[in-house]
């Protein structure tokens, strides 16, 4: 039974101004158009260009559950074709990342394309002659996605041909990437080690509206942060011992509602936002010996200071990822199913900058987002009993009320209170928006 | 204990997973130095556990925070608890410093872990560097190398 297909209305009806209904969460059907219209008409990222550093280099990923390929062509550039042979569909390459020389070559039958996809030479040729292979979509190689956009390091892609440009989808909400890479003395960031791989069984999305949940810190971390903090203060050492990097890392998740009240939270157009306007929970790490001095001689004090001032938090990319600017961090939501979500986080060491940051960026890491993590836990736990209770027909509406006002324009940017679920209000408009753009028929 | 003999060293390593089976994790943190680390690597042979993602590199503050938060009333990722089994392969004992009291064991083994209707199995190895101090022996470095360390998991609560 399809409700869904071909049928925007019945899509818009899934979202009211402060509540949206269980189905965007777990409907298998709207997964299934998510993945056909949200993830092909917006800006997807993919990978950062450090991750294929020499040419032939490539690296696997999906874009919603699309499978593709990023590589180094001979030109330098970066392309992100289909992970798909233009033959019979063998995947071209699973290793998540290799160099495959000047070309690719497919397992199967040996096509072999180049690197930016076009195809290059088939086996016993001619026995294709007078078949009309020119015809055919075959003969042109492995297709690449609709458009590629480099933004200071960071590949975005979008499948579709024709829709929104990259600057107009993402706005002045490029500022966060901006920061996070200008917080390097050499303006450039380059990914460190493999990505922690989480695998979460609950809808992508409660993930996404998590990094802008202000509200569940202190109640679901508790456990880790609240005993961290408990433990440390009960511990014998020397009056004014330096808190270890540890401490600095988890005791502000312990953070009152008030400290996040006064953050603040700034969305802007297309379901873009971020945390931390004021301050944030990263805002009180010590000092790195020498990285201010190596600041100061790259750009000069006062914008060395102004950098380094930004304390933004959690800064969402709607679709699908988020991006940590003063822990240098990526957490990319690849969609799998309804229930299911691949959670991928990336660190980046700040090239030029003492090792010392990246020593904590790896931390954060580990202490926060590894399925070993006892953060972590507590937020999957949260998930996974969302994606089960969403079941129960005692109720068919998710609330998204906090801090609602009547009228709310997600076409403005907006600073609020640090509590407010606007963030995640907008997130719903832009996925209502990209859902339906491209969706044919308005059958009532 | 003067000088461990290899059948000690052995002992060791299973009274250490025999306790976590049993959930006796105050007598496991005894079982440490004050500057171990407890780590899992991310990556196959990785090196470096500081400057790269690791899934643990826990010292001594780390490993006291995870028990404790075990037990806490409000830790709702254990609720209910885990529970843990390992299976050990017999440890081979692969340096043996009877002049320094240093030793270092090799161990293969399956790890099983269950909550609610979840198990999962891991295959994993341990590398105990141990040291013997006042008469016993401590755990100063234990590196655990799960087999499929890049697989995508949910969640691991507990200790390997
Ligand atoms: S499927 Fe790739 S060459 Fe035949
Ligand atoms: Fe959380």
């Not at chain 1, 001095?293 to 990319?317: C, D, F, P, S």
């Not at chain 1, 003063?326 to 309804?338: C, D, V």
Request: with cysteine; glycine share 6%.
């Amino acid at each position: 039974m399809s409700r869904y297909a071909n049928n925007p209305q019945a899509i818009r009806n899934l979202i009211r101004p402060t509540e949206v209904h269980r189905d965007v969460y777990i409907d298998q059907e709207v997964f299934e158009l998510e993945m056909k219209y949200l993830f092909a008409n917006t800006w997807v990222f993919v990978g950062h260009e450090s991750q294929t550093p020499n040419k032939g280099d490539y690296f696997t990923t999906e874009i919603g559950t699309q499978p593709v390929i990023m590589v180094r062509h001979s030109d330098n550039e970066i392309y992100v074709l289909h992970n798909r042979c233009p033959h019979k569909g063998t995947k071209i390459a699973i290793d998540r990342t290799g160099n495959t020389g000047k070309f690719f070559r497919c397992p199967y039958h040996a096509w072999s394309f180049k690197t930016n996809g076009c195809l290059l030479a088939i086996p016993l040729r001619k026995g294709y002659k007078d078949t009309g292979l020119e015809e055919s979509e075959s003969v042109h190689g492995m297709a690449p996605v609709g458009a590629v956009k480099n933004y200071r390091g960071f590949i975005f892609a979008r499948l579709n041909k024709d829709g929104p440009d990259f600057e107009s989808f993402f706005g002045e909400s490029l500022s966060s990437f901006d920061n996070m890479v200008d917080r390097s003395p050499e303006g450039r960031l380059e990914v460190a080690g493999p990505p922690l791989r989480y695998m979460h069984r609950c809808n992508w999305k409660m993930l996404v509206e998590n990094q802008t949940d202000t509200c569940h810190p202190m109640v679901a971390h508790e456990s880790s942060a609240g005993t961290a903090i408990d433990l440390w203060e009960k511990m014998d050492k020397p009056e004014g011992t330096q808190k270890p990097m540890a401490m600095e890392v988890i005791a502000p998740f312990m953070s009152p509602y008030e400290f996040f009240e006064n953050m603040g939270i700034r969305t802007w157009p297309n379901g873009h936002g971020h945390t931390g306007v004021h301050h944030s929970i990263h805002s009180d790490y010590s000092a790195i010996p020498g990285y201010f001095e190596q600041m100061v001689e790259a750009y000069g004090e006062e914008r060395a200071k102004a950098i380094l001032g930004e304390n933004r938090h959690n800064t969402v990319y709607f679709p699908n990822i988020m991006i940590k600017g003063p822990i240098q961090q990526l957490r990319l939501f690849t969609p799998i199913a309804a229930d299911k979500t691949l959670v991928e986080s990336y660190i980046y060491r700040l090239v030029g900058a003492p090792d010392m940051l990246l020593e904590r960026t790896a931390m954060y890491n580990r202490m926060i987002n590894a399925p070993t993590s006892m953060v972590g836990h507590d937020d999957l736990e949260m998930y996974e009993r969302a994606q089960e209770g969403l079941h129960s027909d005692g109720l068919e509406w998710v609330n998204v009320q906090r801090l609602y006002q009547e009228g709310e324009n997600f076409d403005e940017i907006t600073v609020e209170n640090g509590t407010t679920e606007r963030q995640m209000r907008n997130q719903f408009h832009a996925w209502e928006k990209y859902m339906t753009l491209t969706m044919e028929g308005d059958a009532q | 204990m003067t000088t461990p003999t290899r059948d000690d060293l052995i002992d060791f390593v299973y009274e250490e997973a025999r306790m976590l089976d049993d959930g006796r994790f105050d007598e496991w943190l005894d079982l440490w130095t004050h500057d171990s680390y407890y780590w899992m690597p991310l990556d196959y042979n990785q090196e470096d556990a500081k400057h790269v993602t690791s899934l643990l590199h826990e010292d001594a503050f780390m490993r006291k925070l995870r028990v404790e938060r075990f037990k806490g009333e409000r830790t709702f990722s254990q609720k209910p608890k885990t529970r843990c089994h390992h299976v050990l392969n017999r440890p081979f004992i692969d340096h043996m410093d009877e002049e320094k009291g240093e030793y270092v064991t090799h161990t293969a083994f399956h790890y099983v872990e269950t909550r609610l209707d979840d198990q999962i199995l891991l295959a994993a190895t341990a590398r105990h560097e141990l040291k013997l101090i006042e008469g016993k022996l401590k755990i100063t470095h234990k590196r655990v190398d799960l087999l499929n360390s890049d697989a995508a998991f949910g969640n691991i609560q507990m200790f390997l």
